[in-house]
Structure formats: structure tokens, C-alpha cells
């Protein structure tokens, strides 16, 4: 079962904004949108770019390094690098595009918590 850890307090996550925080010993990427809080692992599944220096627009977040994008509602790819053509192929059949894991996370007051996946 899944147990909650506080790891940031709301002030320190305005709108629009991302931060890098450590449960364990594990990079946890924290995001809001508007209302809603999204928690996944900080680390680009395609080459380990942190994605807390990255840009967020709405729920997706953009990866500093080539440009991927994945939507932290479910983790999902939107777009895998920004290489196109053939590099984009061969970027595919070298590293298949893979989703970012997500996490739980909840607000409790003026505290935000986040659950880590099993497995
Ligand atoms: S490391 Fe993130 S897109 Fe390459």
C-alpha cells in the first residue's frame, strides 16, 4: 500500500509551475495547473533530462534536453523529441518512446503529499 509524504507546502508551487522534490531517494517532478496538482518522476524517459527545468504548459510538460513532451495527467507521450525525419526514426529504433511514470500527490491543508507508484 501506498503511504503519503509531505513534500512541499502550496506557496511553494504557484499556478503554471513545476518543482524538483525528493521522497526517498527518488527525484519527484511536482506540478500545478490551476487547481489541479500532477506528481511523476523528474527524470526524461527517453535520456535522464530533468524535467524540473523544463517548461509546462497546462498539464504538459517539455523536457529541456530534446524536447519531449508528456502529459502529467497520465504520463502519456505527446510528443517524443523534437528530432524529425530520419533522426526522429532512428531515435524511435534506438529508444521507443515510453510514458512518464506518474504519482499520486493530494493537498491537505497547506501541505502537498505525494504517494509514490509501487512497483
Ligand atoms: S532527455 Fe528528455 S527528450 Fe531527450
Known amino acids: 500500500m501506498s503511504s503519503f509524504t509531505r513534500v ?6 504557484p499556478d503554471g509551475t513545476m518543482k524538483k522534490v ?8 511536482i506540478a500545478r495547473s490551476g487547481s489541479r496538482y500532477f506528481a ?6 527517453h535520456m535522464n533530462g530533468d524535467l524540473s527545468l523544463g ?12 524536447h519531449s513532451q508528456f502529459d ?13 525525419g530520419f533522426k526522429l526514426s532512428a531515435a524511435k529504433l ?4 515510453k510514458p512518464l511514470t506518474t504519482h499520486e500527490i493530494k493537498v ?8 509514490l ?3
Do not use: M, Q, Y
Open 8 to 13: 512541499a507546502e502550496i506557496a511553494e508551487l
Open 22 to 29: 525528493t521522497v526517498g531517494e527518488k527525484e519527484i517532478l
Open 40 to 45: 511523476a518522476d523528474d527524470r526524461c524517459p
Open 55 to 66: 517548461t509546462l504548459s497546462g498539464t504538459v510538460v517539455t523536457c529541456p534536453v530534446h
Open 72 to 84: 502529467l495527467t497520465d504520463g502519456r507521450v505527446v510528443r517524443w523529441t523534437d528530432f524529425t
Open 94 to 97: 534506438l529508444k521507443s518512446p
Open 108 to 115: 491537505e491543508g497547506n501541505g502537498i503529499f505525494v504517494a
Open 117 to 119: 507508484k509501487e512497483g
